[in-house]
């Protein structure tokens, strides 16, 4: 899977990159502050595992930090999160300060007892969670107490070839997802191929990755409040077949996969560019992906909707956690708290305001945990038009304000692993989706149970 992280963390295409004091995530701070409260006094160290490599955004933030908070020495682990080294590092008494994750595994590790309740420490801190998005702030509350501070928040829309849109006789409005029998039509439409070689994909259902949206498109969800698995709904199922039927209608998976694994999705001749694609949905960072490679591209796009035609979009992304046996609490928070805030995410905006300039592009948006930190960046660089590009960043700053995200569970890194594998036993003809998902329900039943 493509990811935020993966594109920032070094793949092809990404910005030059600040350097930053690097350490084994798996130690922890030498010293501590002496306390749980906000103070610019704080000393010691703080290290933290799971956030990569820096990109402008990231470095300008932790430049803020450093320059709050003099005294304390911070080491990165420059890698993504890693279950099994977190998990070792924290049994061994020697944990990082501070561990970046995706939000929807928040509640495994809290259930764990890996990560702490933050509840006591923001107060100390005075940060407020009424300074986040509430459908990010939920993500990581477990049983009434917050396991997380919101980073980055994802949603996602449809984005389209305008150039492929045009050689088939269809418009953006042709593809919407209300419609299943006429995306399912138009599709085929979209979709090339010669002598059974793939060259162009009409409409990539982005599975396994984007079950949650298509089920919710069809009215269900993957996770019930309680965090208990629902896996098994004949709606998710029908979904879930639904989406199957247009990879069969394109080769089958194994032809779709095989094609799509040679698009250059960060480079200058992407699928796009060169044909290769007519729509898929997609987080709203891949704009500024698109922007950089190939600026005269002709970009579509519209937002995904239910089968009513309302508009919804799929939102995670990652969270700051402190990890149990963290040696500087209070300078973790602090950083938490610097990290997210709303005058950092202006220093962030600021730089990559710079990094457009440099590169004569356009600001295509920060989507962030924070909406008054967003609106703010929107405000001082986000420029009006009326490009394709243009169209597309309003659409996923509107998506911030409606998209969902998944319910919270206690078991939810077994359950997303649960629905992942089956869609994968789909996708690759092991299994049909009915069978598929019951067998996903049964895995993950029995994991929400062993924690309940």
Not at 84 to 102: C, T
Not at 107 to 129: F, N, R
Not at 336 to 363: P, Y
Not at 416 to 429: E, I, P, Y
Request: glycine share 10%; with cysteine.
């Amino acid at each position: 899977m493509i990811t935020r992280r993966g594109f920032l963390t070094g793949s092809a295409g990404a910005l030059a990159l600040g350097a930053v004091t690097s350490a084994c995530g798996g130690v922890g701070g030498k010293s501590t502050s002496g306390g749980g409260g906000a103070s610019k006094g704080d000393t010691g160290a703080i290290s933290i595992q799971g956030m990569g490599k820096p990109d402008d955004v990231a470095q300008a933030r932790i430049d803020a930090f450093k320059s709050a908070y003099p005294k304390v020495q911070v080491n990165i682990n420059e890698g993504d999160f890693d279950p099994q080294q977190f998990l070792s590092a924290v049994a061994s008494g020697n944990p990082p300060d501070i561990v970046y994750l995706d939000r929807d595994l928040v509640g495994t590790y809290a259930a764990k007892g890996a990560v702490q309740p933050l509840d006591d420490h923001l107060d100390k801190a005075g940060l407020k969670t009424s300074l986040y998005r509430p459908a990010a702030v939920r993500e990581v509350t477990i049983d009434g107490k917050v396991y997380g501070v919101p980073e980055f928040y994802d949603t996602r829309n449809i984005l389209m070839s305008g150039k492929a849109l045009q050689s088939a006789g269809l418009t953006a409005a042709d593809l919407a997802t209300s419609d299943w029998d006429k995306l399912h039509t138009n599709t085929v439409k979209l979709y090339k191929a010669n002598g059974g070689k793939i060259s162009r994909i009409g409409f990539d259902p982005k599975l396994p990755e984007f079950l949650p949206l298509w089920a919710k498109a069809n009215g269900a969800e993957l996770i019930n409040p309680d965090g208990s698995p629902k896996l098994d709904d004949p709606k998710i199922i029908e979904a879930l077949t639904f989406a199957l039927s247009l990879i069969d209608e394109q080769g089958g998976w194994s032809k779709f996969k095989a094609f799509r694994d040679t698009w250059d999705l960060f480079g200058a001749k992407n699928e796009f560019q060169k044909d290769q694609a007519g729509a898929f949905p997609w987080e709203g960072w891949y704009v500024n992906v698109l922007v950089q490679a190939t600026p005269k591209l002709n970009l579509e796009s519209i937002p995904f909707t239910d089968r009513q035609g309302k508009p919804i979009s799929f939102s995670n992304g990652s969270a700051w956690c402190l990890p149990k046996g963290s040696k500087n609490p209070a300078a973790a928070v602090n950083w938490m708290k610097t990290m997210t805030a709303t005058d950092t995410w202006l220093k962030a905006g600021a730089a990559r305001e710079a990094t457009v300039e440099k590169n004569k592009s356009i600001f295509t948006g920060l989507w962030t945990g924070n909406p008054t930190a967003d609106a703010q960046v929107k405000a001082k660089y986000v420029k009006p038009g009326d490009t394709g590009f243009d169209k597309a960043i309003q659409n996923y700053y509107a998506s911030t304000e409606y998209a969902f995200s998944i319910a919270p569970s206690k078991a939810g890194s077994e359950i997303k692993t649960a629905w992942t594998d089956a869609v994968n036993r789909a996708l690759s003809g092991q299994q049909k989706p009915d069978a598929a998902m019951k067998q996903a329900q049964s895995e993950a039943a029995k994991a929400f149970s062993a924690v309940k």
